[in-house]
């Protein structure tokens, strides 16, 4: 995503470059410029951060309604499977146990 940030704040700067008067730049007119580039850097990065929200929404809504209802009984399988294994560690565990101290 930075990547993205920094190629269109490049290009933006080269576009502000060329579109500017080719006379010899002078201190003051180099605070414009900079601003200019912070504000076109602000406004693409809010442009970015926007359609990044709604293709995040758009995801999480696919997985919602499409990929939820198809793995949930895969991760409860899971979880049953893994609750039994721990039951029986845990009982041989505690038949290891009493057999050494009789």
């Known amino acids: 995503m ?8 490049v290009v933006t700067l080269q576009v502000c470059l060329t579109s500017s008067n080719p006379l010899p730049t002078s201190a003051p007119d180099n605070p414009g410029l900079l601003e200019r580039a912070k504000q ?3 406004d693409t990065k809010t442009k970015v951060l926007n359609v990044g929200s709604t293709v995040a ?9 499409h990929l939820k209802p198809v793995t949930d009984p895969y991760v ?16 041989r565990v505690s038949t290891f146990r009493s057999t050494q101290d009789k």
Request: aromatic letters at 20%; a positive charge; proline letters at 0%.
């Open 40 to 42: 076109a850097y602000r």
């Open 76 to 91: 409860e399988w899971a979880k049953e499977r893994a609750g039994s294994l721990w039951e029986r560690v845990k009982n």
């Open 57 to 65: 929404g758009f995801a999480g809504m696919y997985y919602e309604e």
């Open 2 to 9: 930075s990547r993205l940030i920094v190629f269109v704040l």
